[in-house]
């Protein structure tokens, strides 16, 4: 990935899998480093170096990983994902309350929205309910189970 970044400089995919890759390593600094220049190649390639995006952070990254076009059914998807959490990307979230009815987490500032809702979903799956979102802030989310 590194050779291959040297001879494509404006192109910002291969720092995910880099950072994937080291978080399969247990190698979180450079896994971080990946992150912080994915950022900003994207942002300059994108749109220039005066622009900021939300979506050159660690915790977006992330939700980037969904568009990507992988393969193996998901596999590759779930692998990329598990390394970049052993990375320190994407810490579950927190559980500030817990009934049958519904669920309230925290969202960490690394972490994806997609996590929350998977966290929704397990959580109401174990009482035989579907969870939908009622209320959400950028920190907090706030699920319903029927």
């Given at each position: 990935?590194?050779?291959?970044?040297?001879?494509?400089?404006?192109?910002?995919?291969?720092?995910?899998?880099?950072?994937?890759?080291?978080?399969?390593?247990?190698?979180?600094?450079?896994?971080?480093?990946?992150?912080?220049?994915?950022?900003?190649?994207?942002?300059?390639?994108?749109?220039?170096?005066?622009y900021y995006s939300e979506y050159s952070t660690g915790a977006n990254l992330l939700e980037q990983v969904s568009i990507y076009r992988l393969?193996?059914?998901?596999?590759?998807?779930?692998?990329?994902?598990?390394?970049?959490?052993?990375?320190?990307?994407d810490p579950p979230p927190e559980v500030m309350e817990a009934s049958p009815q519904g669920i309230t987490l925290n969202r960490p500032a690394r972490s994806?929205?997609?996590?929350?809702?998977?966290?929704?979903?397990?959580?109401?799956g174990k009482h035989g309910r579907k969870s939908h979102l009622m209320h959400s802030s950028p920190a907090r989310y706030v699920f319903g189970c029927q």
């Amino acid at each position: 990935m590194l050779k291959y970044s040297k001879s494509h400089p404006d192109d910002y995919f291969p720092f995910v899998y880099l950072a994937a890759a080291y978080g399969h390593l247990g190698r979180e600094q450079e896994a971080k480093s990946a992150v912080e220049t994915y950022g900003h190649v994207r942002t300059v390639v994108l749109a220039g170096p005066d622009y900021y995006s939300e979506y050159s952070t660690g915790a977006n990254l992330l939700e980037q990983v969904s568009i990507y076009r992988l393969k193996d059914g998901g596999v590759e998807e779930q692998r990329l994902r598990e390394g970049l959490r052993k990375a320190g990307f994407d810490p579950p979230p927190e559980v500030m309350e817990a009934s049958p009815q519904g669920i309230t987490l925290n969202r960490p500032a690394r972490s994806a929205i997609a996590r929350l809702y998977q966290a929704a979903d397990e959580h109401c799956g174990k009482h035989g309910r579907k969870s939908h979102l009622m209320h959400s802030s950028p920190a907090r989310y706030v699920f319903g189970c029927q």
